[in-house]
C-alpha cells in the first residue's frame, strides 16, 4: 500500500511531468527542463527527513493518481498514457527517469537522467537491464504496456531491481551490473556513489525498493 507521503510525492513530481510532457518533441534543453523541475519539486518534498510535505504545494492541476499492483508485485500509476507504440523485445527503448528510494536516510532522490545529456537506451530483452523496468514497458499480469509518450510511476521491489548487486561493492557499475546505474563519469559520480551506497553495499540489512519515473519515447 502507498503511504501518504508516497501519494503525496508522486502527485507533485508528475505535475511537473506533465507541465513538460507538452514539448514531448522538443529539444534536449526541454527534455532537461522538465525532468529538472521535477526532481526539484520532489526534493521540495523530501529532502530531509524532518519536512514533512505539504499539501497546499501539489499543484490543483495534478492527476487523480489510482496506484496498482501488477501480479509480480510493481506498484504502479500512470500520470499520461501514451499514444505512440510500446518498444517490443529486439527493439530499442529510449526513456528519461527519474531514479529515487525508498530507504534512504538522507532523502530518497538518486539521479536523474535529464542533466547528462541523453536518455537511457538499451534493447529490450538483452540482459542488461533490470526486469522490473523492462516490465515496466512491456506490461505483465495486472499491468498494462507503456506507450510512447507515456509517463507512468513504478515502485519496483529489490528482486526485481537491484537484489544482485548487494554483493558489488567494488563491481558495482561495471561488467555484469543491470541497469539504470547512475555513471560513474559524466558528471555523476556523487549520484553513482549514492547509489552504490545503498544497493551495492554488503552491509545493508535490506534492499529497498526502487522508485522510478519514465518517460517513454518513441523511435528518435
Request: hydrophobic share 35%; net charge positive.
Amino acid at each position: 500500500m502507498m503511504t501518504t507521503s508516497k501519494c503525496l510525492l508522486f502527485t507533485l513530481v508528475i505535475a511537473t511531468l506533465l507541465f513538460s510532457s507538452m514539448g514531448f518533441e522538443q529539444r534536449t534543453n526541454s527534455r532537461r527542463t522538465f525532468l529538472s523541475k521535477s526532481v526539484a519539486t520532489a526534493l521540495v518534498a523530501t529532502g530531509a527527513t524532518t519536512i514533512k510535505p505539504n499539501p497546499s504545494n501539489a499543484s490543483p492541476e495534478a492527476p487523480a493518481l489510482n496506484f496498482a499492483t501488477s501480479k509480480s508485485g510493481i506498484q504502479w500509476a500512470d500520470a499520461k498514457v501514451g499514444t505512440g507504440q510500446t518498444p517490443q523485445l529486439g527493439t530499442t527503448a529510449s526513456i528519461d527517469y527519474v531514479l529515487s528510494t525508498t530507504g534512504a536516510r538522507y532523502g530518497t532522490y538518486i539521479y536523474k537522467t535529464a542533466d547528462k545529456g541523453a536518455p537511457y537506451r538499451w534493447t529490450m530483452g538483452d540482459g542488461t537491464t533490470i526486469a522490473g523496468l523492462e516490465e515496466t514497458i512491456l506490461g505483465g499480469e495486472g499491468m498494462t504496456p507503456m506507450l510512447a509518450g507515456g509517463i507512468r510511476r513504478v515502485i519496483i521491489p529489490s528482486q526485481l531491481a537491484y537484489q544482485a548487486l548487494a554483493n558489488m561493492s567494488e563491481q558495482c557499475g561495471g561488467k555484469g551490473t543491470n541497469g539504470p546505474v547512475p555513471p560513474a563519469s559524466n558528471g555523476a559520480f556523487e549520484e553513482f556513489q549514492r547509489f552504490k551506497n545503498i544497493y551495492c553495499n554488503p552491509n545493508r540489512p535490506y534492499q529497498p525498493d526502487v522508485v522510478l519515473d519514465v518517460k517513454l519515447y518513441g523511435k528518435r
